[in-house]
């Protein structure tokens, strides 16, 4: 059965995109020409700056462990689900294998009521995670409002 960080529920709804987007605004009104770099919001499909892809790319050719990094950043998908107590590094996505299809259920739910409960804007993507079209239309809405904040 998984469980969830007890430490998780103790956030406030809505709390850390809000502040965070306060806060930058806050600071560019006092610091019009600062140039910022953000790396709390955005498309998180491509954690890694594009500089790290690729060198990891050019390492991954002499570099098998790193080749199957590579094709693990490169090709994610909507979701994953891992057992962490028997696979710490979260190599083996269980998602699809119907033994935990229940646990899997349950815990869509409950993100989903939480992305509700908090107003996280991902939620109609999320709602449509299969629709490769609309994740995509959705993290473009997401980088045009980025570039406006």
Known sequence: MATVNENFLKLQAGYLFPE?????????????????????IGDVTQPLAPAVIKAMKKAALKDREIESRVRLFSYRIPEEFYKLDSDPDALENLIQDPRFSDEIEVMRKRLEAYMAETGDPALEAYSHRENQDEIAQFMQEQRIKSGKR
Request: aromatic share 4%; charged share 30%; glycine share 10%.
């Open 20 to 40: 965070i987007g306060k806060r930058v605004c806050a600071f560019k009104e006092k610091n019009p020409t600062a140039k910022i770099i953000s790396m709390g």
